[in-house]
């Protein structure tokens, strides 16, 4: 009886966002309540107008008000490159450094074992139509350094490798993070940038 | 342009929130939009019901769906005790206890000089008139143990005790949390404890 019906639920729809417990969940749900106007009202907004204007890319699986994307219908990208990434996060995360002027396709995930995460999960069918139909010369693998990323990674060449088209299969270079201090990097990546070095 | 308008104000929202940044407030939009039926819409529905159904109570300051709130309107608790907390959070923890039946006054925050806290902007005046007007026996000021939670202690003891009925005033113990190891506990709460020791 201490805590009402309605924002008993609201606690607990706040519990189960990623990063959020009961008590930061219950600090959330009472810091809304005490600023109503300030908080409550524009986050209600903000959620109603993303659910109704924000759609996933039917191309390439980003989140946009547009359908495509407005990355998928930019002027002035490489139609010929595709970036696979595992999220739409990620997907942001090589937006932002601005580097990168190919297009993307969302894998929606990474192949896990664990988690009973198989192929036809992922937008796996989607990428090979595109590589097939599309006119891609070269294919970006942006996945994660992790084991389930490389489980990914060498399954999508794989998958590339059948098909008839001669298509470039690039990985993310592996290294010394910049401003990286070598003292606090694991073995692993040491070794495989002392590998991977690059002559100057 | 990497993020669409809608989806910017939502994780500007969400950032806003304790305890969340950009980052976390970006994962969380993220989390919604590629669950859209299972999180996003289940969020939006407790966010509607909770700000249509959920008042502060006017009596005591608590949150609720009725008013007054069911703390100050059930039967059973002791009406002649009033306990004075900072949050609705400080009154939900010491309702979890379940150790305390009398009625609560929430301040909605402590004095705090660096904050420009100053007390017309608590709850001071209508908990010195529940005090005069209602048959309080005893006012315990459940405030935290910190410098501004124990300057509002020692003012609203100076103002109680200008009231011309005999009230009695308490605060919570100081001591070893229970569970606590002395090792870990900073020297002020030992000394405290040592001060405060109980006969056996």
């Known amino acids: 009886m201490r805590e009402a019906g309605p924002l008993d639920q609201l ?14 969940a219950r600090r959330i749900a009472l810091h809304l309540l005490t600023s109503r106007d300030t908080a409550l009202l524009p986050l209600i907004a903000a959620l109603e107008k993303t659910a109704e204007s924000v759609k996933i890319c039917p191309v390439c699986g980003n989140l946009d008000t547009v359908e495509p994307c407005r990355v998928c219908r930019a002027d002035g990208r490489n139609r010929g490159v595709l970036c696979v990434v595992a999220t739409v996060a990620d997907l942001w995360a090589i937006e932002r ?12 995930g990474v192949l896990s074992a664990l988690d009973g995460i198989t192929p036809d999960r992922l937008n796996v069918d989607s990428l090979l139509s595109r590589v097939v139909q599309g006119q891609i010369e ?3 693998l942006a996945l ?3 084991v389930d990323g490389q489980t990914t990674v060498h399954y ?6 059948e098909q008839p088209a001669q298509i470039k299969i690039s990985r993310l270079a592996h290294g010394v993070p910049v401003g990286g201090e070598l003292d606090y990097l694991d073995d692993g990546t040491i070794a495989t940038a002392l590998k991977s070095r690059a002559s100057l």
């Open 138 to 140: 070269e294919v970006i």
């Open 156 to 161: 999508l060449t794989d998958r590339l490798h």
């Open 144 to 146: 994660s350094a992790t």
């Open 97 to 108: 450094t601005g580097a990168y002027k190919g297009l993307y396709h969302c894998l929606g």
């Open 11 to 24: 606690i607990r729809a706040f519990a189960g966002l990623p990063g959020l417990g009961p008590r930061s």
